[in-house]
């Protein structure tokens, strides 16, 4: 996993949590790469991103160094939006989901809200500064909690997951890590909002959990995108509509929606009433 820190002071002064970037990764390809902002600073023009390498887009950008001059169109996207009055905001992320909830986080307490951060993280070491956890969290049973060194300092509330066994983290899924919370949590102060990012197996086990908790929130998809505008509807994804259901694209509606309205698996088409020899109907 790697940051990396951009000299755009149009983007600084525009970006919201949630939004993010179009970037030029090489030459020799023909589509650019999206990447979530992690955080802004409108008074130098400096912009974040966080990824990983996995492909050969990224596998360029490994290379960059301090200088070069990629292509950057943004910010592009919807945001998150605050959550109603007197709820607490729990923060889920899984790997480098954690870029636009990291962003997400500090606006949130910066505005008074409390913020709890979860990461689940598979990464051999952690890409960022971390301190025993001193901001007490009911339900996470970790020994001797790990936290994000920037978000203690803040009075965020973070804590880490893996699979892995690993000292100072909870040992499982984030989202078994999100369970515990909110048994620990139960009838805290104000009801929990959710903020989800992430793998696709992560945030549906996460919204699964949120209907069996009646909990509300946003999700902020993880996905390909080939223009980042809407022209091409390449990122199109399926989300409840009435009684129904409907393709939204994730670059211009999204990538933020409502944790409730993404609808994971597509329905079977009925055939019926599709294209028929003769005949001039079709199901698309």
């Known amino acids: 996993m790697h940051g990396l820190t951009l000299d755009a002071p149009a983007i600084a002064r525009q970006a919201r949590p949630g939004q993010f970037l179009q970037m030029d990764c090489h030459p020799s390809l023909t589509l650019p790469r999206p990447f979530s902002i992690m955080n802004t600073d409108p008074e130098t023009g400096m912009v974040e991103v966080f990824y990983k ?45 954690l870029a636009p909830l990291r962003f997400w986080a500090d606006r949130l307490r910066q505005r008074g809200i409390g913020v709890t951060l979860l990461w689940g993280l598979e990464a051999e070491t952690v890409p960022f500064a971390t301190v025993p956890a001193r901001i007490g969290l009911p339900g996470g049973v970790i020994e001797s909690p790990l936290a994000l060194a920037r978000e203690e300092q803040r009075g965020i509330v973070t804590r880490l997951a893996s699979i892995t066994k690993k000292p100072g983290f909870f040992h499982g899924w984030v989202s078994d890590l999100l369970h515990q919370v909110l048994e620990g949590t139960r009838g ?80 079977e088409v009925n055939t019926n009433s599709c294209n028929k020899e003769g005949e001039r109907r079709s199901c698309l």
């Open 188 to 267: 805290a102060d104000g009801p929990v909002h959710l903020y989800v990012c992430g793998p696709t197996a992560m945030m549906v086990a996460v919204t699964e959990l949120a209907k069996q908790w009646k909990l509300k929130g946003e999700i902020s998809l993880e996905g390909t995108m080939a223009c980042g505008f809407g022209g091409c509807a390449g990122c199109a994804v399926p989300v409840y509509h009435g009684d129904d259901w409907r393709f939204v694209r994730s670059c211009t509606e999204g990538p933020v929606l409502p944790l409730d309205q993404i609808l994971w698996h597509i329905p």
């Open 53 to 97: 390498v996995v492909g050969v887009g990224t596998g360029y950008m490994e290379q960059w160094r301090p200088g070069d001059q990629p292509w950057v169109l943004g910010p592009l996207g919807s945001s998150f939006t605050e959550p109603p009055e007197g709820c607490r905001a729990v923060l889920v992320a899984g790997g480098v989901g």
